[in-house]
């Protein structure tokens, strides 16, 4: 099966809120399934179910696999809520939808959350440094935030012109051709 391609900045389907998964089916376990499949084929660390435009409440996460000897070891968290957070950190993040920009971003440096896994199974997850960020990460994107939305304007309307020039460029290519 082909690879789910990932949405793009500006595509207005990032911006939905995912809705709660009610129940987990063998749908909810193959898009889980696809979604390890592209975060490691991308590469990434996490990615959130919207990414993929399915607009339900799932994440993948793993933060360790990219560095040398570390086995795969990933967290698939089905309608996770942060329910505590304590201090703060600065992380230069990326985003699989945002292509070609990297900036600052302050958050929570400890996370606490709630979530089920794939069983069905209700999990709390204790998390810091860049996994609490990726995790915080992975949830904007349930609810159509992307980090941009959390550095100054002026630096999201560069990089907002400079994406907007991209796909122009990107479509008269594809004309050409
Ligand atoms: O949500 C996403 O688009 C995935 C994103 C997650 C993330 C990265 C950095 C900080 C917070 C959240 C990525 O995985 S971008 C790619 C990336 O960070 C990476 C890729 C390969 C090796 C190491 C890192
Ligand atoms: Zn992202």
């Known amino acids: 099966m082909a690879l789910r391609d990932v949405l793009k900045f500006p ?17 909810v376990r193959e898009l889980a399934r696809d979604m390890l499949e592209v975060m490691y084929d991308e590469p990434g660390i996490g990615l959130a179910a919207p990414q993929v435009d ?4 799932l994440i993948v ?27 703060k950190i600065t992380w230069t993040e990326g985003c699989l939808s945002v292509p070609d920009f990297e900036a600052e971003v302050e958050r929570a440096e400890r996370v606490r959350l709630h979530a089920e896994d794939l069983d069905g199974k209700e999990v709390e997850i204790e998390a810091e440094g860049l ?28 990089y907002t012109e400079r994406r907007k020039k991209q796909i122009r460029r990107e479509r008269e290519e594809a004309e050409e051709a």
């Open 131 to 158: 996994q609490a960020v990726c995790l915080q990460h992975e949830i904007d994107h349930l609810d159509g935030v992307l980090f941009i939305d959390r550095i100054s304007r002026l630096k999201r309307n560069r």
């Open 11 to 27: 595509d207005e389907r990032l911006r939905r809120v995912s809705q709660p998964i009610e129940e987990i089916t063998d749908e």
């Open 54 to 57: 399915a607009p339900v409440r």
């Open 61 to 87: 996460v793993d933060t360790e696999w990219t560095e040398e000897e570390a086995e795969r070891n990933p967290l698939v968290l089905v309608n996770p809520e942060l329910v505590d957070t304590s201090g």
